[in-house]
Every structure is written in structure tokens, then in C-alpha cells.
């Protein structure tokens, strides 16, 4: 058991000191608040850009922009000192023969606040591009989700980073913001943790090396949970994406999660969000590849949806990256969207609200087309999973799935080899206003 432990939810803000209330002052506040027979007994400290208070010889309390430190504000001599909980003036009942000292921070921006002020583009990026600059810091694009319009990151952003609880080693975790989903919920994928002797971040995997599925010879075992025992040839399409054995990796995240948050009583600020494993099979009129069945079951060659949309055929027997890829963040088939409950439209299979973020999401956060590098962009560079599967040759069956490559780069690995996994999780919409920050590092 972890112990001294607080939750620590916040956005990373550089040099904001004493964050103490979520209250703005009220706007009406004016030089009627400082009557001249008491200007003596009144000091006004207001925070700058450095973070420092400095004295303010004004008549009035700072407005928008501002929030009253409570914790740091005192009277010698019993006034007292509050503000309104509904109205949120500041009252004070200043006693004679008294001096109060009264001190304002900046006010920091919540993570709601963000997302309702932020502009919505409506313009749709060039996915072939690697993006290696920050295209949405005049504004997040947009694309439609299970949910609704989601808003997403794409590019070299350095405003998306969180931080959210701790882990079992008992360090801050450090997170990245994916994108706004449709519902209003925040998409976020584990990005490393604070070193508490450097008193710096450090970016990092969550897990080690680790295959998806250990076993091979049937493409069922792309599934994030597959039919049959292990070992057991499928039969059919169905049969082989019946969500009934949990893969490799689905038990290693399920178990990262109920270390790192169930047990860490963080369950409650985790939505449940559907995660796309996508096992469509479009066939070959859609992947242009000639060795395509379209079965999805046993041995069979098979290209899954997303090879329909990273990669082409060339009408060929081999698979090379597509000139105008086209990410989605809907799901094409119902079975394949992995929730917690029925109740949000999803599949109702996983025991937590937890997996891994997806090709798609990895191409509209920029990392251009298949195999191309971009070192530049803000996901982590170190070779990861997504949760998309990608395609299996003939005769042979052991899947691919899409990867993250050390240089940014959009791969598929053998389902049966190793990469390192990032866990993603989604926050609840009602708990975004608890989330002060500007995002930066």
C-alpha cells in the first residue's frame, strides 16, 4: 500500500504559485470596495508573469484575470476575511486598530475553459504529411466520432500535456491529450512520469517489451479479445471475433490499470469511452491487394480495415503505404467497440475502461503516412502497440498490427513480437474544470 499519497489532478503550469481557489473574482469589483478611512489598514499584493507578488497601489481589487489567494491573505487582528461562494465577491469586515494584507494570483485557465474558449477548424489537414510543426495552436481540427465531432491535437504541440495521479513506484504520471471526444470526455495516453530526484518529467513507456498475442497461426489473435481457446483454429469470421479470451496484451494493460489507478481510488474520473479494434475486412476491391480473402478467420490472408486506409495493393501481391491515407475515429463494426458497458454503444466486453490509442489517431496527430519519419511530432518516439490490427499473409495466419516506430513512424509488427505499451484512458466531462493549467511542460 502507497502511503502519504495525493490524487493529483492539474494541467502542468510553469511557475504558478500558490493555486489555491477556482473562483474568478467578481467583474463589478470597483474603488467602492476600498473606502479612504481604511486604505490604510489594506495591502495589495499581485501576482506577475513571474509568478511573484508584487505591492499595487491601486483603489480597486484586480479584476477578470485574477483570483483571490485565501490561504495566503491574513488580518493581524480578527477581520475577517472571505468570498461569496454564489456572487464570488470578497467580503471583509475590517476591525479598527487592524492590517490585512490581501493577495491575488493569476487566475489559471481550466481544462473546460479551454476546450469551451478554444477555436473549432473546420478545415481538413493533408494526412500524407508528416506534421512537424504545431498546426493547432490557432485552433484543434475536427472529425467525427461514436459520440459526436471530436476535436483532436495534431503536429509539434507542446500545450497538451496532464498530469493524473500516481503510479505504484508512488510518481506523478505524466499524460498527453489525444483529442476532445464527441461526449466531451478527454482522450489522454500515458507519456512518462516525474523523477522525483530531478525534480523534472521524463518520458517514458508505461509497459516493457511485450507481444500482443503470444500465440500464432490463426488471425483471430488480432483481436484485443478473441474467440475459442488459445490454440484452437477458428471457423468462421464470428467465431474467430467472439470477445471471449482476453489476448497477451489486454491482460498485461488490464492489470497496468488496476495497479496505477483502481488501486489508487482513481477509477471514478475514468470514462467509459469505446476503443476501436478494428477486425473489419473490406476485401480486396477496398485494400487492392490480390491476396486479400476478405475471410478474417484460420489461416487466411486477410487485410483489415485499416490497411484499406493506410496502405494499398498496388494490384499487387505486396502492401505499400496509400498516397492519401484516411483516418477515422468511428468505429465500422459494432463488435469491435470495446467498452466497459452496452450503455454508451459499446460492445460491453472489457472488465476496465482502458487500451491503447489507434493508427487513426496516431495519422491525424501527425505522423503522416506509412513509413514515413517524423521526429517532430508530440506522440513519444520509442516503438509502441496502437489497438489497430493490420493484415495477415496467406498460409501463414500471425497477424500484424499497427505500431508507433522509434522515429515517429507508422509500422506493423508481427503480432507475436515486442514493443512497449502506453495505456490511454479517457476523463469524465464533469471533471475537466478540476484540471488547472496551461498545459505546458
Known sequence: MKKNKKLLISIIAIS???????????????????????????????????????ASSAKAFPKEGYVLNLEKSTCKNGSSLFQDAVTKKINLKIQRNDQCSLYFDKEVPSLKEYYDKVTKKTEIPNFANPATTDETAD?????????????????????????????????????????????????????????????????????????????????????????????????????????????????????????????????????????????????????????DTGLGYAANAIGYGAVGRFMTGNNGTSLSAKTNPQPRFTCPQDNDKFSVSTENGGNGALTYPVGLITADELVAAGSGKYNTTNEDYYLKKTTYWTMTPGHSFQHIGNPYIFTQDGKGILKSYVAAATATINPVINIKTEYLDKFKGTGTL
Open 139 to 291: 485552433g484543434l481540427f475536427a472529425m467525427e466520432d461514436d459520440y459526436g465531432t471530436s476535436y483532436y491535437f495534431r503536429g509539434a504541440v507542446e500545450n497538451n500535456y496532464l498530469v493524473f495521479g500516481r503510479d505504484s513506484l508512488d510518481r506523478e504520471m505524466l499524460w498527453r491529450i489525444i483529442r476532445f471526444n464527441g461526449d466531451g470526455s478527454v482522450r489522454i495516453q500515458y507519456d512518462g512520469f516525474k523523477d522525483i530526484t530531478a525534480e523534472r518529467f521524463l518520458r517514458s513507456f508505461a509497459i516493457d517489451l511485450q507481444s500482443w498475442n503470444e500465440n500464432q497461426g490463426d488471425v483471430k489473435y488480432a483481436g484485443w479479445m478473441y474467440g475459442g481457446a488459445a490454440n484452437e483454429t477458428s471457423t468462421s469470421k464470428e467465431q474467430a471475433q467472439r470477445n471471449e479470451t482476453d489476448s497477451t496484451i489486454k491482460m498485461a494493460v488490464d492489470n497496468w490499470y488496476k495497479e496505477n489507478i483502481i488501486d489508487d481510488w482513481l477509477g471514478i474520473y475514468i470514462a467509459d469511452s469505446i476503443f476501436c479494434n478494428d477486425r473489419s475486412t473490406p476485401g480486396k476491391s477496398i485494400t487492392n491487394w490480390t491476396s
Open 16 to 54: 504558478v504559485i500558490g493555486i489555491i481557489s477556482f473562483q474568478m473574482l467578481n467583474k463589478s469589483m470597483d474603488k467602492d470596495n476600498l473606502v479612504d478611512d481604511k486604505k490604510d489598514v489594506l495591502a495589495l499584493y499581485v501576482q506577475n508573469e513571474n509568478g511573484e507578488y508584487a
